[in-house]
Protein backbone atom coordinates (compact mmCIF):
# COMPACT_ATOMS: atom_id res chain seq x y z
CA UNK A 1 0.00 0.00 0.00
CA UNK A 2 2.21 2.54 -1.20
CA UNK A 3 0.84 5.76 -2.79
CA UNK A 4 3.91 5.98 -5.71
CA UNK A 5 5.14 9.55 -7.38
CA UNK A 6 3.05 10.19 -10.25
CA UNK A 7 4.16 11.13 -13.89
CA UNK A 8 3.67 15.13 -13.33
CA UNK A 9 7.23 15.90 -11.83
CA UNK A 10 5.85 14.94 -7.78
CA UNK A 11 8.59 12.91 -6.53
CA UNK A 12 6.91 12.43 -2.80
CA UNK A 13 6.19 8.80 -1.77
CA UNK A 14 3.37 7.61 0.76
CA UNK A 15 3.30 4.13 2.65
CA UNK A 16 0.43 4.04 4.28
CA UNK A 17 0.36 0.46 5.35
CA UNK A 18 1.15 0.65 8.86
CA UNK A 19 -2.22 2.78 9.14
CA UNK A 20 -4.50 0.18 8.25
CA UNK A 21 -6.07 -2.51 9.35
CA UNK A 22 -4.36 -5.46 8.66
CA UNK A 23 -1.45 -4.13 10.04
CA UNK A 24 -2.65 -2.81 13.48
CA UNK A 25 -6.09 -4.57 13.78
CA UNK A 26 -9.17 -3.88 12.95
CA UNK A 27 -9.45 -1.68 16.20
CA UNK A 28 -7.06 1.08 15.23
CA UNK A 29 -6.05 0.85 11.66
CA UNK A 30 -8.61 1.78 8.85
CA UNK A 31 -10.19 -0.90 6.50
CA UNK A 32 -10.05 -0.92 2.86
CA UNK A 33 -13.29 -0.99 3.16
CA UNK A 34 -13.22 2.09 4.82
CA UNK A 35 -11.79 3.71 2.45
CA UNK A 36 -14.35 2.45 -0.15
CA UNK A 37 -17.08 4.17 2.10
CA UNK A 38 -15.39 7.17 1.56
CA UNK A 39 -14.36 7.42 -1.76
CA UNK A 40 -17.63 9.00 -3.29
CA UNK A 41 -18.25 11.20 -0.70
CA UNK A 42 -14.28 12.86 -1.67
CA UNK A 43 -15.43 12.28 -5.39
CA UNK A 44 -18.14 14.57 -5.01
CA UNK A 45 -16.29 17.03 -2.78
CA UNK A 46 -13.57 17.12 -5.20
CA UNK A 47 -16.07 17.82 -7.93
CA UNK A 48 -17.44 21.23 -5.77
CA UNK A 49 -13.75 22.07 -5.10
CA UNK A 50 -13.06 22.37 -8.74
CA UNK A 51 -16.62 23.72 -9.38
CA UNK A 52 -15.59 26.72 -6.91
CA UNK A 53 -12.27 27.07 -8.08
CA UNK A 54 -13.75 27.91 -12.22
CA UNK A 55 -16.48 29.66 -10.29
CA UNK A 56 -13.38 32.06 -8.86
CA UNK A 57 -13.32 30.38 -5.26
CA UNK A 58 -11.04 28.37 -3.70
CA UNK A 59 -7.92 31.22 -4.43
CA UNK A 60 -5.43 29.68 -2.89
CA UNK A 61 -5.14 26.88 -5.42
CA UNK A 62 -3.87 29.61 -7.63
CA UNK A 63 -1.09 30.74 -5.99
CA UNK A 64 1.63 28.02 -7.48
CA UNK A 65 1.15 29.70 -11.01
CA UNK A 66 1.64 33.89 -10.08
CA UNK A 67 4.91 34.03 -11.86
CA UNK A 68 4.34 37.69 -12.64
CA UNK A 69 4.13 38.27 -8.11
CA UNK A 70 7.48 35.61 -8.05
CA UNK A 71 9.32 37.60 -10.51
CA UNK A 72 8.81 41.45 -8.76
CA UNK A 73 9.73 39.08 -5.49
CA UNK A 74 12.62 37.79 -7.17
CA UNK A 75 13.90 41.25 -8.35
CA UNK A 76 12.81 43.42 -5.29
CA UNK A 77 14.89 40.58 -3.02
CA UNK A 78 17.98 40.82 -5.45
CA UNK A 79 18.29 44.80 -4.85
CA UNK A 80 17.47 44.14 -1.31
CA UNK A 81 20.05 41.43 -0.20
CA UNK A 82 22.98 43.99 -1.44
CA UNK A 83 21.51 46.78 0.84
CA UNK A 84 20.71 45.67 4.02
CA UNK A 85 22.77 43.76 6.52
CA UNK A 86 19.39 42.60 8.39
CA UNK A 87 16.02 41.96 7.95
CA UNK A 88 13.15 41.95 10.71
CA UNK A 89 9.61 40.02 9.65
CA UNK A 90 7.06 41.08 11.70
CA UNK A 91 3.87 39.02 11.86
CA UNK A 92 2.15 35.91 13.36
CA UNK A 93 0.43 32.76 13.07
CA UNK A 94 0.18 32.12 9.21
CA UNK A 95 2.06 35.72 8.45
CA UNK A 96 5.45 34.34 9.57
CA UNK A 97 5.28 30.37 10.19
CA UNK A 98 5.39 29.43 6.45
CA UNK A 99 8.34 32.08 5.95
CA UNK A 100 9.99 30.16 9.42
CA UNK A 101 9.55 27.33 7.77
CA UNK A 102 11.01 27.53 4.20
CA UNK A 103 14.06 29.35 5.43
CA UNK A 104 14.75 26.83 7.88
CA UNK A 105 14.13 24.18 5.41
CA UNK A 106 16.65 25.55 2.72
CA UNK A 107 19.36 27.44 3.83
CA UNK A 108 21.88 27.23 6.50
CA UNK A 109 20.79 25.98 9.60
CA UNK A 110 23.24 28.34 11.53
CA UNK A 111 22.75 31.42 8.92
CA UNK A 112 22.77 34.16 11.07
CA UNK A 113 26.80 33.48 12.37
CA UNK A 114 28.16 32.96 8.71
CA UNK A 115 29.61 36.22 6.84
CA UNK A 116 27.64 38.23 4.55
CA UNK A 117 29.13 36.33 1.32
CA UNK A 118 28.87 33.24 2.59
CA UNK A 119 24.90 33.45 3.83
CA UNK A 120 24.21 36.09 0.30
CA UNK A 121 21.81 38.53 1.96
CA UNK A 122 21.08 40.12 5.16
CA UNK A 123 21.11 37.65 8.59
CA UNK A 124 16.95 36.92 9.23
CA UNK A 125 15.19 37.85 12.56
CA UNK A 126 11.37 37.08 13.83
CA UNK A 127 9.47 39.48 15.63
CA UNK A 128 6.22 37.49 16.43
CA UNK A 129 5.48 36.88 20.01
CA UNK A 130 5.36 40.25 21.57
CA UNK A 131 7.79 39.68 24.14
CA UNK A 132 9.48 42.49 25.84
CA UNK A 133 12.36 40.83 26.32
CA UNK A 134 12.76 39.06 22.78
CA UNK A 135 11.88 42.28 20.93
CA UNK A 136 14.37 44.44 23.03
CA UNK A 137 17.37 41.93 22.20
CA UNK A 138 16.65 41.88 18.35
CA UNK A 139 16.36 45.31 17.78
CA UNK A 140 19.57 45.80 20.09
CA UNK A 141 20.91 42.76 17.88
CA UNK A 142 20.87 44.05 14.33
CA UNK A 143 22.27 47.40 12.51
CA UNK A 144 18.95 50.09 12.29
CA UNK A 145 21.01 51.85 9.59
CA UNK A 146 20.74 48.87 7.51
CA UNK A 147 18.08 46.82 8.44
CA UNK A 148 14.51 46.08 6.34
CA UNK A 149 11.76 45.34 7.94
CA UNK A 150 8.64 43.64 6.64
CA UNK A 151 5.55 43.47 8.85
CA UNK A 152 3.03 41.24 7.73
CA UNK A 153 -1.09 41.61 8.36
CA UNK A 154 -3.97 41.45 6.08
CA UNK A 155 -6.05 43.96 7.73
CA UNK A 156 -3.83 45.58 10.52
CA UNK A 157 -6.03 44.62 13.17
CA UNK A 158 -3.63 41.77 14.55
CA UNK A 159 -2.65 43.74 18.08
CA UNK A 160 0.62 41.35 18.39
CA UNK A 161 1.64 42.24 15.02
CA UNK A 162 0.89 46.31 14.75
CA UNK A 163 2.17 46.26 18.49
CA UNK A 164 5.67 44.95 17.44
CA UNK A 165 6.04 46.96 14.18
CA UNK A 166 4.90 50.37 15.91
CA UNK A 167 7.64 49.69 18.27
CA UNK A 168 10.27 48.47 15.29
CA UNK A 169 9.01 51.76 13.15
CA UNK A 170 10.01 54.10 16.77
CA UNK A 171 13.35 52.32 17.05
CA UNK A 172 14.03 52.87 12.72
CA UNK A 173 13.10 56.64 12.77
CA UNK A 174 15.26 57.07 16.39
CA UNK A 175 18.11 55.97 14.67
CA UNK A 176 17.85 57.12 11.03
CA UNK A 177 14.90 59.47 11.05
CA UNK A 178 11.45 59.26 9.75
CA UNK A 179 12.13 60.06 5.72
CA UNK A 180 14.44 57.03 5.70
CA UNK A 181 12.30 54.80 7.84
CA UNK A 182 10.06 54.53 5.64
CA UNK A 183 11.85 53.54 2.84
CA UNK A 184 13.27 50.73 5.31
CA UNK A 185 9.97 49.19 5.63
CA UNK A 186 8.07 47.09 3.77
CA UNK A 187 4.12 46.21 4.00
CA UNK A 188 2.26 43.03 2.69
CA UNK A 189 -1.27 43.51 3.42
CA UNK A 190 -4.59 43.82 1.77
CA UNK A 191 -4.58 45.65 -1.66
CA UNK A 192 -6.96 47.75 -1.02
CA UNK A 193 -8.32 48.46 2.63
CA UNK A 194 -7.54 47.67 6.04
CA UNK A 195 -5.49 49.31 8.82
CA UNK A 196 -1.83 48.59 7.54
CA UNK A 197 -3.13 49.58 3.68
CA UNK A 198 -4.14 53.09 4.75
CA UNK A 199 -0.60 53.27 7.09
CA UNK A 200 1.42 52.26 4.00
CA UNK A 201 -0.09 54.77 1.74
CA UNK A 202 -0.06 57.85 4.26
CA UNK A 203 3.09 56.86 4.72
CA UNK A 204 4.58 55.83 1.69
CA UNK A 205 5.94 52.28 2.32
CA UNK A 206 6.65 49.61 -0.67
CA UNK A 207 3.61 46.81 -0.20
CA UNK A 208 3.13 43.21 -1.71
CA UNK A 209 -0.07 41.66 -1.40
CA UNK A 210 -1.77 39.54 1.11
CA UNK A 211 -3.43 37.32 -1.53
CA UNK A 212 -7.99 38.44 -1.46
CA UNK A 213 -9.90 35.76 -0.91
CA UNK A 214 -7.25 33.85 1.11
CA UNK A 215 -7.21 32.63 4.34
CA UNK A 216 -3.44 33.83 6.17
CA UNK A 217 -2.98 30.19 7.07
CA UNK A 218 -3.03 29.45 3.27
CA UNK A 219 -0.70 31.99 1.95
CA UNK A 220 2.81 30.31 2.43
CA UNK A 221 2.79 30.49 -1.59
CA UNK A 222 2.13 34.00 -1.75
CA UNK A 223 4.05 37.37 -0.96
CA UNK A 224 3.29 36.51 2.34
CA UNK A 225 6.04 33.72 2.30
CA UNK A 226 8.04 34.10 -1.04
CA UNK A 227 9.05 37.51 -0.14
CA UNK A 228 11.01 36.41 2.99
CA UNK A 229 12.37 33.38 1.33
CA UNK A 230 13.73 35.38 -1.53
CA UNK A 231 15.30 37.89 1.02
CA UNK A 232 17.28 35.37 2.46
CA UNK A 233 17.98 33.71 -0.74
CA UNK A 234 15.55 31.07 -1.38
CA UNK A 235 14.81 29.39 -4.76
CA UNK A 236 10.86 30.46 -4.50
CA UNK A 237 10.57 29.67 -8.25
CA UNK A 238 11.58 26.01 -7.64
CA UNK A 239 8.97 26.32 -4.77
CA UNK A 240 6.02 27.50 -6.86
CA UNK A 241 7.30 24.58 -9.79
CA UNK A 242 6.62 22.04 -6.98
CA UNK A 243 3.79 23.49 -5.81
CA UNK A 244 2.25 23.23 -9.77
CA UNK A 245 3.84 19.74 -9.76
CA UNK A 246 1.70 18.51 -6.57
CA UNK A 247 -1.33 20.45 -7.62
CA UNK A 248 -1.60 18.32 -11.11
CA UNK A 249 -0.84 15.47 -8.90
CA UNK A 250 -3.69 15.84 -6.80
CA UNK A 251 -6.09 16.43 -10.24
CA UNK A 252 -7.36 13.21 -9.52
CA UNK A 253 -11.02 12.73 -7.37
CA UNK A 254 -9.93 9.28 -7.05
CA UNK A 255 -9.11 8.36 -2.73
CA UNK A 256 -6.48 5.84 -3.73
CA UNK A 257 -4.39 8.29 -6.52
CA UNK A 258 -4.68 11.94 -4.72
CA UNK A 259 -1.90 11.60 -2.32
CA UNK A 260 -3.76 14.90 -0.39
CA UNK A 261 -7.03 13.04 -0.16
CA UNK A 262 -6.05 9.35 1.03
CA UNK A 263 -4.11 11.48 3.46
CA UNK A 264 -7.31 13.45 4.48
CA UNK A 265 -9.53 10.04 4.92
CA UNK A 266 -6.77 8.53 6.73
CA UNK A 267 -6.50 11.01 9.32
CA UNK A 268 -10.29 11.96 9.49
CA UNK A 269 -11.21 8.41 9.46
CA UNK A 270 -8.93 7.37 12.28
CA UNK A 271 -10.37 10.26 14.29
CA UNK A 272 -14.13 10.25 13.42
CA UNK A 273 -13.75 5.99 13.36
CA UNK A 274 -10.99 5.10 15.22
CA UNK A 275 -10.86 7.51 18.46
CA UNK A 276 -7.26 8.51 17.18
CA UNK A 277 -7.77 12.09 17.94
CA UNK A 278 -4.70 13.01 17.83
CA UNK A 279 -2.17 13.55 14.66
CA UNK A 280 1.52 13.44 15.45
CA UNK A 281 4.06 15.38 12.49
CA UNK A 282 7.34 13.79 12.69
CA UNK A 283 9.99 14.28 10.44
CA UNK A 284 13.59 13.06 10.09
CA UNK A 285 15.60 16.00 9.45
CA UNK A 286 15.67 18.96 11.64
CA UNK A 287 15.73 21.13 8.51
CA UNK A 288 11.72 20.32 7.97
CA UNK A 289 10.89 20.57 11.63
CA UNK A 290 9.36 24.25 11.21
CA UNK A 291 7.40 22.62 8.63
CA UNK A 292 5.49 20.56 11.53
CA UNK A 293 4.98 24.08 13.24
CA UNK A 294 3.35 25.45 10.22
CA UNK A 295 1.17 22.36 9.50
CA UNK A 296 0.22 22.66 13.13
CA UNK A 297 -1.51 25.70 12.65
CA UNK A 298 -3.12 24.90 9.10
CA UNK A 299 -4.93 21.77 10.50
CA UNK A 300 -6.02 22.90 14.22
CA UNK A 301 -6.86 26.70 12.47
CA UNK A 302 -8.70 24.65 9.68
CA UNK A 303 -10.65 21.83 11.37
CA UNK A 304 -11.32 22.91 15.22
CA UNK A 305 -14.63 24.42 14.74
CA UNK A 306 -17.69 24.11 16.49
CA UNK A 307 -20.09 24.20 14.27
CA UNK A 308 -20.85 21.95 11.06
CA UNK A 309 -21.37 24.41 7.52
CA UNK A 310 -25.04 23.12 8.16
CA UNK A 311 -24.90 25.47 11.81
CA UNK A 312 -25.01 21.83 13.99
CA UNK A 313 -22.58 21.81 17.18
CA UNK A 314 -20.04 19.16 16.62
CA UNK A 315 -16.75 20.44 18.37
CA UNK A 316 -14.62 19.47 15.50
CA UNK A 317 -11.04 18.67 15.17
CA UNK A 318 -7.73 16.34 15.15
CA UNK A 319 -5.29 17.86 17.53
CA UNK A 320 -1.79 18.29 15.65
CA UNK A 321 1.52 17.45 18.03
CA UNK A 322 4.74 18.10 16.57
CA UNK A 323 7.68 16.17 17.04
CA UNK A 324 11.39 15.52 15.60
CA UNK A 325 12.85 12.26 14.78
CA UNK A 326 15.09 11.05 16.75
CA UNK A 327 15.03 13.35 18.93
CA UNK A 328 11.58 12.44 20.21
CA UNK A 329 12.69 8.54 20.28
CA UNK A 330 13.71 9.83 23.64
CA UNK A 331 11.16 11.62 25.17
CA UNK A 332 7.40 10.96 23.33
CA UNK A 333 7.84 7.57 21.54
CA UNK A 334 7.36 5.88 25.23
CA UNK A 335 4.08 7.62 25.04
CA UNK A 336 2.91 7.10 21.64
CA UNK A 337 3.79 3.14 21.96
CA UNK A 338 2.35 2.67 25.20
CA UNK A 339 0.48 5.29 26.41
CA UNK A 340 -3.45 5.90 25.07
CA UNK A 341 -4.08 4.31 21.69
CA UNK A 342 -5.34 7.86 20.30
CA UNK A 343 -2.94 9.03 18.09
CA UNK A 344 -2.38 8.56 14.12
CA UNK A 345 1.56 9.12 13.94
CA UNK A 346 3.06 10.31 10.24
CA UNK A 347 6.70 10.06 9.67
CA UNK A 348 8.52 11.77 7.31
CA UNK A 349 11.79 10.17 6.15
CA UNK A 350 14.19 11.54 3.64
CA UNK A 351 16.21 9.59 1.27
CA UNK A 352 19.64 11.60 0.60
CA UNK A 353 20.75 14.48 3.38
CA UNK A 354 22.23 17.40 1.59
CA UNK A 355 25.44 16.48 3.88
CA UNK A 356 27.36 13.02 4.25
CA UNK A 357 29.10 12.91 8.26
CA UNK A 358 30.94 8.99 9.04
CA UNK A 359 32.12 7.76 12.02
CA UNK A 360 35.83 7.17 10.68
CA UNK A 361 36.70 5.61 14.01
CA UNK A 362 35.69 4.40 17.44
CA UNK A 363 38.03 3.77 20.93
CA UNK A 364 40.26 1.00 20.82
CA UNK A 365 39.17 -1.51 23.83
CA UNK A 366 35.34 -0.62 23.88
CA UNK A 367 33.87 -3.56 21.80
CA UNK A 368 30.44 -2.77 22.71
CA UNK A 369 31.25 0.73 20.30
CA UNK A 370 32.01 -1.21 17.20
CA UNK A 371 28.87 -1.00 15.05
CA UNK A 372 29.32 2.61 14.69
CA UNK A 373 32.97 2.26 13.01
CA UNK A 374 32.18 3.23 9.27
CA UNK A 375 28.68 4.19 10.17
CA UNK A 376 27.04 7.43 8.15
CA UNK A 377 24.78 9.36 10.65
CA UNK A 378 22.02 9.54 7.95
CA UNK A 379 22.35 5.83 7.16
CA UNK A 380 21.80 5.76 11.20
CA UNK A 381 18.56 8.20 11.20
CA UNK A 382 17.28 6.37 8.29
CA UNK A 383 17.28 3.20 10.41
CA UNK A 384 15.97 4.73 13.23
CA UNK A 385 12.93 5.91 11.22
CA UNK A 386 12.44 2.43 10.53
CA UNK A 387 12.91 1.17 13.89
CA UNK A 388 10.27 3.69 14.98
CA UNK A 389 7.98 2.50 12.74
CA UNK A 390 8.16 -1.37 13.34
CA UNK A 391 8.23 -0.75 17.11
CA UNK A 392 4.62 1.80 16.70
CA UNK A 393 3.09 -0.87 14.35
CA UNK A 394 4.09 -3.77 16.37
CA UNK A 395 2.31 -2.19 19.46
CA UNK A 396 -1.18 -1.79 17.18
CA UNK A 397 -0.37 1.86 16.73
CA UNK A 398 -1.25 3.19 13.27
CA UNK A 399 1.63 5.17 11.07
CA UNK A 400 2.07 6.07 7.94
CA UNK A 401 5.41 7.50 5.81
CA UNK A 402 5.85 10.43 3.75
CA UNK A 403 8.90 10.13 1.74
CA UNK A 404 11.12 12.39 0.26
CA UNK A 405 14.20 11.86 -2.22
CA UNK A 406 15.73 14.98 -0.87
CA UNK A 407 15.14 18.55 0.64
CA UNK A 408 15.21 21.15 -1.90
CA UNK A 409 13.02 24.15 -2.74
CA UNK A 410 10.04 21.88 -5.22
CA UNK A 411 9.67 19.06 -2.54
CA UNK A 412 9.17 22.13 0.04
CA UNK A 413 6.61 23.40 -2.39
CA UNK A 414 4.98 20.04 -2.90
CA UNK A 415 4.78 19.60 0.73
CA UNK A 416 2.83 22.72 1.45
CA UNK A 417 0.73 22.16 -1.31
CA UNK A 418 0.22 18.63 -0.49
CA UNK A 419 -0.69 19.77 3.06
CA UNK A 420 -3.16 22.40 1.64
CA UNK A 421 -5.15 20.47 -0.02
CA UNK A 422 -5.11 17.69 2.57
CA UNK A 423 -6.60 20.14 5.12
CA UNK A 424 -9.30 21.40 2.19
CA UNK A 425 -10.68 17.97 2.00
CA UNK A 426 -10.60 16.83 5.38
CA UNK A 427 -12.64 19.75 6.55
CA UNK A 428 -15.11 18.72 3.89
CA UNK A 429 -15.01 15.20 5.36
CA UNK A 430 -15.75 16.84 9.01
CA UNK A 431 -18.54 18.97 7.18
CA UNK A 432 -16.92 22.34 8.60
CA UNK A 433 -15.65 25.36 6.96
CA UNK A 434 -11.67 25.35 6.55
CA UNK A 435 -11.53 28.66 6.16
CA UNK A 436 -12.13 31.52 8.65
CA UNK A 437 -11.21 31.45 13.09
CA UNK A 438 -14.21 32.44 14.47
CA UNK A 439 -12.75 30.76 17.80
CA UNK A 440 -10.19 33.13 18.08
CA UNK A 441 -12.08 36.18 17.91
CA UNK A 442 -13.41 36.57 21.18
CA UNK A 443 -9.64 36.20 22.48
CA UNK A 444 -8.62 38.76 19.90
CA UNK A 445 -12.21 41.13 21.56
CA UNK A 446 -11.16 40.67 25.01
CA UNK A 447 -7.26 41.79 24.39
CA UNK A 448 -9.09 44.84 22.26
CA UNK A 449 -10.93 45.56 25.22
CA UNK A 450 -8.47 44.99 28.20
CA UNK A 451 -6.17 46.97 26.36
CA UNK A 452 -8.37 50.10 26.34
CA UNK A 453 -9.21 50.16 22.56
CA UNK A 454 -12.01 52.27 21.75
CA UNK A 455 -15.32 50.62 20.73
CA UNK A 456 -15.02 47.68 23.28
CA UNK A 457 -15.93 49.82 26.28
CA UNK A 458 -19.12 47.15 27.35
CA UNK A 459 -16.70 44.02 27.20
CA UNK A 460 -13.92 45.82 28.76
CA UNK A 461 -16.37 46.03 31.98
CA UNK A 462 -17.92 42.38 31.69
CA UNK A 463 -13.97 40.92 32.17
CA UNK A 464 -13.35 43.83 35.08
CA UNK A 465 -16.71 42.28 36.48
CA UNK A 466 -15.54 38.43 35.77
CA UNK A 467 -14.10 37.79 38.96
CA UNK A 468 -11.10 36.49 37.36
CA UNK A 469 -9.10 38.14 40.56
CA UNK A 470 -10.83 36.79 43.65
CA UNK A 471 -8.08 35.79 46.47
CA UNK A 472 -9.93 32.72 46.81
CA UNK A 473 -8.73 31.16 43.71
CA UNK A 474 -5.24 32.79 43.98
CA UNK A 475 -1.96 30.77 45.20
CA UNK A 476 0.26 33.80 45.52
CA UNK A 477 3.62 33.89 47.71
CA UNK A 478 3.30 34.31 51.00
Known amino acids: MTEKTGSDGSRITIDYRDAMASAVGAEHGVSDAM ?125 ETMANFLVARQALEDVVGADKARRQIVATTDPSSGILRQLADQEGYRTFPVPPGVDGRMTVLSAVGLLPAALCGCDIDGMLAGARAMR ?30 ILVTMPYADALFGVTDWFRQLWAESLGKRLSVNGEEVFAGQTPIKALGAIDQHSQIQLYTEGPNDKLISLIAVERYRDRVTVDDVPAGIPDLDYLRGAELGQLLRHERHATAWALTEAGRPNFTLTIPEIDAAILGELFYLYEAQTVMGGALLNVDPFGQPGVEAGKNATYALMGREGYETLRNELTASGRGEEAYRLAPA
Open 248 to 277: ARCASGDVRQNPAYLLAALCILADTRLGKS
Open 35 to 159: LDEVAPVIAEQHQRLVAEHESGGQRWMDLPSDSVLAAELGAFADEARGRYSDFILIGIGGSSLGAIATIQALTHPFRNLLSPEQRGGPRFFVLDNPDPEKVAVTLETVDLSRTLVNVVTKSGQTA
